[in-house]
């Protein structure tokens, strides 16, 4: 089974020394539902440069229907987009 | 180690040979699960990189190794390869992604040695000289080197290890993938001598032929044949295969890319042409392109030929040289044409047509001939709108401009090369 990444629509700070870290976010479910996202803890930030394509891999919790989940979210540095990755639990 | 004036320890040459396996195919493989998150890696699944069908350039790019044991071999159409194997996946090829990926290759390289000579898109060679202190024994340094590509890139390196650029490749092509061998002088005789002579550096299926021909079969049989035996059969180039074979290459690195020998482009058609007038449109095209390029590095060449594909594979080819260097348009495209006409039987469709000019100078100077037709005064004004057009494309596009020939296909004025999005210089400028 193919997984899909999920296109998201971020606020993020960017903070004075640079740093950039993940706040709200919200996407469209399946069923066409627009769900919008806390993230509660930033629980590691890992840099990739897998191929040459330089992104930020956020593992983060968050409260999600009702449970705490643990997601990963990506940022790719050269186009600005950021994606849920996959949700860990 | 040699000892240098002045008492210091000089190191032995260390030469790496790295290669990326089925660069294409890992390169997408990896996309596809690292940044995309699929699940399904095509290194694992007999699985090819493949051209475009529609237009004709349907062929494997890479493949990957469950795809190898289908017999499935890069060049071939796909339709042959999915004859081979029905299940097999096909991938499009994604050049801006390779172009990413053989930046980072080439940076991670440039980590180890400011000496990185890059020999193609998945290629290079790196002087590792003096670095024992850095990193340890080559072994170790070609392991780190794997580690890195490993884990920060994503795909798998073969590294071949050697005191000379020839033999770092042939020890690079031992075994694939992800290994790491020598053949270090004193291991000729055992690694590489008995290996089929087709498998030596430069020795192609022509020459591969004629060697087989002389009783040749091995490295090591062109190794102890008599090089005046060689020379005699296989001229200067002989000279040198047989100096591989014996391991020898006095090549450095050279990190800065060298110039052009030729400029040649070519052009695989959508359909089969069979008259003159569209062939010479299809040569007008590529002698715009090829000029174009000879015009933007500032060279000019003296030899034109020309090369026709036909539908049954077969190639065919006729060159000519010129009185004066040239890099003017008009001057390759009637040359071409002449050589066209000269070879070809006005009957054969035409699959593939492709222009190329070699003997390449920086000669600006003209000689001008009291037997030149037509050219003579007009050289100099064609040599001006040449460049006067060039820079409106670069300003404005390439469509901003073009022969009335080509006015209801402007998108077919600039023939072969890559597509703009393909033009990357990755490696050379094309």
């Known amino acids: ?89 | 180690m040699g000892i240098i004036p002045g008492g210091l320890l000089m190191a032995e040459r260390l030469i790496f040979h790295v290669d990326v396996n089925s660069a294409f195919l890992s390169w997408t493989a990896v996309y596809r699960v690292k940044v995309l998150g699929d699940t399904l890696d095509l290194r694992n699944v007999p699985s090819v990189i493949g051209g475009d069908r529609e237009s004709r350039k349907g062929i494997v790019l890479a493949k990957s190794t469950p795809a190898k044991r289908f017999g499935i071999r890069t060049g071939e159409p796909l339709g042959t390869a999915l004859e081979k194997c029905p299940s097999l996946i096909v991938a499009k090829a994604d050049y801006g992604l390779y172009v990413d990926a053989s930046r980072a290759f080439i940076s991670i390289l440039h980590d180890f040695s400011p000496d990185v000579e890059q020999c193609s898109i998945d290629e290079a060679w790196v002087d590792m000289t003096g670095t024992a202190q850095l990193y340890g024994s080559a072994m170790t340094a070609a392991g780190l080197i794997q580690r890195r590509m490993r884990e920060e890139l994503g795909f798998t390196v073969n590294v071949g290890i050697s005191s000379n650029k020839l033999l770092a490749k042939m020890a690079g092509d031992l075994e694939k993938p992800d290994k790491i061998h020598t053949i270090f002088p004193e291991e000729i005789p055992k690694k590489m001598w008995p290996l089929p002579v087709g498998d030596l550096f430069l020795v192609g299926h022509a020459t591969e032929t004629k060697l087989k021909a002389m009783g040749i079969y091995t490295i090591g049989d062109l190794a102890t044949a008599d090089p005046a035996l060689i020379q005699r059969r296989l001229h200067k180039p002989g000279i040198t295969l047989w100096h591989f074979a014996n391991g020898r290459c006095s090549d450095q690195i050279c990190s800065i890319p060298r110039d052009n020998k030729g400029y040649g482009n070519s052009v695989t058609l959508p359909a089969d042409i069979a008259s003159r007038g569209e062939a010479c449109q299809v040569l007008l095209s590529l002698c715009e392109t090829v000029g174009m390029r000879m015009r933007r590095d500032g060279k000019k060449g003296r030899c034109v030929t020309v090369h026709l594909r036909t539908p049954d594979f077969r190639d065919i080819s006729r060159q000519c040289q010129l009185e004066s260097v040239t890099d003017v348009t008009k001057e390759l495209y009637d040359v071409a044409c002449a050589l066209f006409d000269a070879l070809w039987d006005q009957n054969t469709p035409l699959r593939q047509l492709g222009v190329q000019v070699t003997r390449i100078s920086e000669d600006y100077g003209r000689q001008f001939s009291f037997f030149e037709q037509g050219y003579g005064a007009r050289y100099d004004r064609m040599a001006k709108m040449d460049r006067a057009v060039d820079a409106l494309r670069e300003k404005y596009g390439e469509s901003v401009i073009f022969r009335a020939r080509f006015a209801d296909q402007v998108d077919r004025q600039l023939a072969g090369g890559l597509s703009k999005e393909r033009r990357t210089n990755v490696t050379k400028p094309v």
């Open chain 1, 1 to 89: 089974m193919e997984q899909k990444i999920c296109p998201v629509e971020m606020i993020s700070i960017c903070s004075t020394d640079g740093q950039l870290m993940p706040v709200r976010f919200r996407f469209e479910s399946e069923s066409h539902e627009i769900c919008t996202v806390q993230i509660s803890e930033v629980v590691c930030v890992k840099q990739t440069n897998y191929v040459g394509i330089e992104a930020l891999l956020y593992v983060c919790k968050a409260q999600m229907e009702h449970a705490e989940r643990l997601l990963e979210l990506k940022y790719t540095v050269r186009t600005h987009r950021w994606v849920l990755f996959r949700a860990v639990y």
